[in-house]
Structure formats: C-alpha cells, structure tokens
C-alpha cells in the first residue's frame, strides 16, 4: 500500500502533539519556572555557600567582600564597596559586586583563606581558581578605578604635552611612563603596576615631543606631586619588579614621616598587624618609629633629622613619629618597652617577624640614623632582646626568678631540670595559678636535680622557647642531648608533680638511640607559636 506524503506529515505531526500533550502539567511549569534573581543589598549581591557557586556562572566579573559583622573594618567599608557597587551599576554592568558574611559560611572561608577581615577578592570568567586579591582599596572611586583597570587598560594612552599635563593634574599624584617604545618587559612591569594602585591616575608615552617637554630620558618612571615631579625611577628590562615599583610610588602616598595616633591604629594588636589604615597599605614590611615628646625643646632639631634620613630611604623603610606625650599611645609604649626615662628613642620593627631593633646611638642625629637604617638593611643589626635586670634573690626562694639575661645560663645546663612557667602578669589566669606554682616549687626545693622557676615574658624577651597563650609551662631536660618538653597537662599541683615524676623516670632509663648514635627526638610535643592573646 502506497502511502501518501501529506498523510505521513500529517501523522507526524499529531504524535509531536500527542507527546507534548502527555508532559504532566506540573512538569511543564518547572520548565517555564526561571530561578530567582539572588538577593542584593545596596546593589550589592548577598553571596553564600548555596549560590556563590551561580553567582560565578552569572557574572564575568565578581568583586567580592569576605567580612564579618562584628569587625569595625568591615563596616568602615560597608558604604564605600555599596557605593562604588552602585555607580558601576550602569555604566558596567558585567561587573558586579558581592559580600559574603563568614560567620557562618566556614567553608568558604577556609576555601579562599580568609584570615583577615575585611577581605576582597576578584573572580574572573566563572573560575573559583586563583582569585585576585584586591588589598589596599578602601574608597568608592578606588574600587571603580580597580576593576576598571582589571577589565581594561590600566594606563592611559599619551600621545601629546596637553594629554600629559591633564593626567598630572588630575589629582595630587600622578605616574607617567616615559618609554623608546612600548613593547618590552618594562612597559609590562609598569602596566601590572598601575593595576594594584588605582589610587592615582598613570599614563605613558613613547613620544619624543613629550619626553623633551619634560626633559625626561625615556624607560624612566616619574611620580608627579601636585604638578611637579618628586621621583625619578629608570626602568631597566628584567631589573625592576611590580612590588618594588609599587612600593616606590605609594610611599608618596605618605607623607616623609607619619605621625601615629589613635584614630590610625587602635591599640598594640592593630600596630603590628596593620600599624594604622595608611601605613598598612604601602607595602613596605620595615618600619623605623621615633618616640619623642611632641612639645620638647629639642623636637624641631630632632624632626629635621629623622625627615632628611627618611629622605634617603624612601621605598625602603617607613618613618614614623610617636607623641610620647600623648596618653592613648601608651599601649605603643608597653609593646616596645618604652619608658620616659628612654626618650627620645628610635627602634626599628619589621612587620613580617616582628623583630625588633634599638638604634645604639643615644643622639637622634642625621648620621646615626642613616648608619642604622643601613646596618639594618644589610643585615648588620643585632636584634633587640630587652631584659629585667637579674634580681639579687633570684634563687633565694623555692621558686626562681629568671629574666633574659640569665634565662639560657639557667634551662640550658648538665646537671639541673628546669620546670618554668611562662606567665604574664596582668593575666588573671596566671595570677590565679601562681600560687598553685609556688607550691610546686616548696614541694620541689630540697632536690638537688629539679629547679621550679618562672619568668615575665612581657618584660623578657627570648629566643629559645616559642611564645604560647599566657600562661604555659616547659620543662628543659638535664643534659645536651635532651629535648624540652612542653607541658599539656592539667593545671593542677597534682598534674604538675605526676609530669615531673614521668619526665624523671624517662630519665632515668636508656635513650633510644637513631641511627646517627644520638638520642631520638620526640617532635610530637614541639611548641607551636600562638599569637599573644589576653586570657
């Protein structure tokens, strides 16, 4: 039978209809059903664990601030990141802004390793991989200028005198590079530059015009300040990199010496994690702070120095000025071990390690301070290691005191174990426990082999134990080939006594020697560093 073709359309046809009319009505409405739009805030997206990951696929670029509620920071730079979210809003919509709150997303948290708050970080093309940290920006206009710069050119084209002169006064500060061309490593370098400081506007140029005009040989980077040039950097292929050409420009930012005070950095904790909003953000980890009462006699004499040394150390060290007269420093004060009786005193912190540094020389000269910013620099400089003095009776009671100057001629010996507690005195658990401590130590006096001591570690500093939450106990072995042992135990006298008795019998019977015929460490009970924390 010869079958018609208008027939088999038509049969074709009525089964698509029978099929799309066997689709439940409930299956057709999922399909018409579009997800809804993820919430915002002040045209800020409201991310989280369950649709960060759509949040990604839906935008090409993604600013994202990782905060929590409780961190002034953070809420210092609420309206800022809403802000420059708003003015984007048309004139880029394909860039989009979004805040995570991480009290409660801890995943998240630990996936992009936030530890400090706030923190903002830039997603490109959907990936979760390797986001760009966005540090230092804590402006509306900043964060426009940033991701403008992260989505486009980040410098702007020069090609005449009137082009350059609008760019250097456009603000306070401007950047202009002045190259033979613009297609080498130092063109490179200087464009990946402007992209991490969007704080000022930069510009290049490979005109002869231009760089007669200015009188600039070019592969030279100039930093203009309010209209006339302060710095002069040649750029050489492969010599210079983005961090240290961004450490040279943003120290223009600063003024040549930074005055501290309350409203730039908080208390001891915030000095030394950030020193002060400014200052934090120009990344130079070496720090020189002079400690001078403001009203002295002798503080203009004083500040002309310390300003034509950090003249000559620009980008290398950052100059700062503490007003030993004011009252909310004092906390700066304890931190560094400052007395009235030292002033004026200038010591050197690096930011990285926290290693401290005294200037030897008691005048505050131009020479004295250049001799030990450069001893420091080349690493020259002893560590400062400030010390109690070694009281007369330190041992004349059960339990002795021991200060940084006898602390290693006491634990690091043949014949004696030493049980020490590390404590602070303002703390109210090591107050609680000295007693306790004092016991042991009665308990302890008449063996020859066992001394009970304690020491003030913050009024000693030291290099051989690392620092633990106040307070906390070690116990350092008779003998060469011990390892110190760090107490984990309860603090009780009971607990105290049945650790030392152990230790004691461990002693007492052979080491376990390794191959190499020494005795074999026990590294479980190694110390770890803890940040300094108030019980």
Known sequence: MKTHPFSLLLLLFLTGFLAADSISPNEAKLKKTKLPKIKKENHVL?????????????TKYLLVKFYVTLSQSSQNLSEEFAE???????EAPRIQFG??????QHDLRKEFHIEAFPTVKFFVNGSREDPIDCKGVRKASAFITWVKRRTGPSTVLINSTDQAEAIIKAGDLAVIGFFRELHNDSVEVFCETARDVPEMPFGMTASEDVCANYGVQRNSLVVFKEGKPVHNEVLEDGRQSKL??????KTFTLDLVTEYNIESGADVESFVSQTSVKIFDVPVENHILLFTPMNSETFNEIYENYQSAAAQFRGKMLFVLVDTNEARNGRIFEYFRIRDIDVPAVRILNLTSEARYKMPADEVTVENLKEFCQSYLNGKAKQHLPSEEIPQDWDKMPVKVLVGKNFNSVIFNKTMTVFVMFYAPWSHECKKLLPVWDKL?????????IMIAKIDVTANDILAVALDRYPFFTLFPAGS??????????????????FLEEQRKKKAEPGEEDPSGGIKEDFSQKETVITEKEL
């Open 481 to 498: 080939h011990h390892q110190e042992v760090a107490y984990t135990g309860e603090y009780t006298l009971e607990a105290f006594s049945e």
């Open 244 to 249: 240290g050409l961004t450490r040279i420009i």
């Open 99 to 104: 805040k995570i709150d991480v009290t409660h």
């Open 46 to 58: 409201l991310l989280k664990k369950s649709n960060f990951d759509r949040a990604l696929k839906e």
């Open 441 to 449: 130590g009665e308990q302890y006096e008449s063996h020859k082999d």
């Open 84 to 90: 420059a979210a708003r003015q984007l809003k048309k």
